[in-house]
T-cell receptor, first 115, second 118 residues
């Protein structure tokens, strides 16, 4: 079974609208961390936001917020007031405390912001 | 600025030759670094965990004799693709975790290296 599932291969969103990128995860480890990265066409991985499994509040970083629903095992990324520069691939990833330090990535969502 | 640097950004090599990619942590020591591979339009797949002063740990299905990893210092890990073939053409990217408490902003990625084998 996939550990990270991103069900939206691609999304088109109008500029200035909010957008939600879905991510569900699967783990039996009680301690884990969830990450969102943005990857533009240049290839670099840009860290956006992090949520720890024991964090009580949803993480926020500027225009990015993470809608963490632990019981549902979902960690959706919300981008408010989208901008043209937000067009990129977005990856959800997880690190399990009991596992190796490496991240397990979802397949990504290609977000295109339209003017 | 970048805290993990990868070099080269682009490399083209002939089939059968070897190519080395470097990953450096610039302002912190990283006892562990990670190497990922990403094929076009696909996700990042962890290849191996590079451990300073000891052997790398490879993920299932990754040939350790083909992808040689050396982590000789606390700031440098190298990935050598030996006897490269066109199917090894891919985007290779490393990451490093700043030791200490885990939080999202302490896992840093390099800029990535595009390898084309012709």
């Amino acid at each position: 079974a996939q550990k990270i599932t991103q069900t939206q291969p691609g999304m088109f969103v109008q500029e200035k609208e909010a957008v939600t990128l879905d991510c569900t995860y699967d783990t039996s480890d009680p301690s884990y961390g969830l990450f969102w990265y943005k990857q533009p066409s240049s290839g670099e991985m840009i860290f956006l936001i992090y949520q720890g499994s024991y964090d009580q509040q949803n993480a926020t970083e500027g225009r990015y917020s993470l809608n963490f629903q632990k019981a549902r095992k979902s960690a959706n990324l919300v981008i408010s007031a989208s901008q043209l520069g937000d067009s990129a691939m977005y990856f959800c990833a997880m690190r399990e405390e009991g596992g190796a330090d490496g991240l397990t990535f979802g397949k990504g969502t290609h977000l295109i912001i339209q003017p | 600025g970048a805290v993990v640097s990868q070099h080269p950004s682009w490399v083209i090599c002939k089939s059968g030759t070897s190519v080395k990619i470097e990953c450096r942590s610039l302002d912190f020591q990283a006892t562990t670094m990670f190497w990922y591979r990403q094929f076009p339009k696909q996700s990042l797949m962890l290849m191996a965990t590079s451990n300073e002063g000891s052997k790398a740990t490879y993920e299932q299905g990754v040939e350790k004799d083909k992808f040689l990893i050396n982590h000789a210092s606390l700031t440098l890990s190298t990935l050598t693709v030996t006897s490269a073939h066109p199917e090894d053409s891919s985007f290779y990217i490393c990451s490093a975790r700043r030791t200490g408490t885990l939080s999202g902003n302490t896992i840093y990625f390099g800029e990535g290296s595009w390898l084309t084998v012709v």
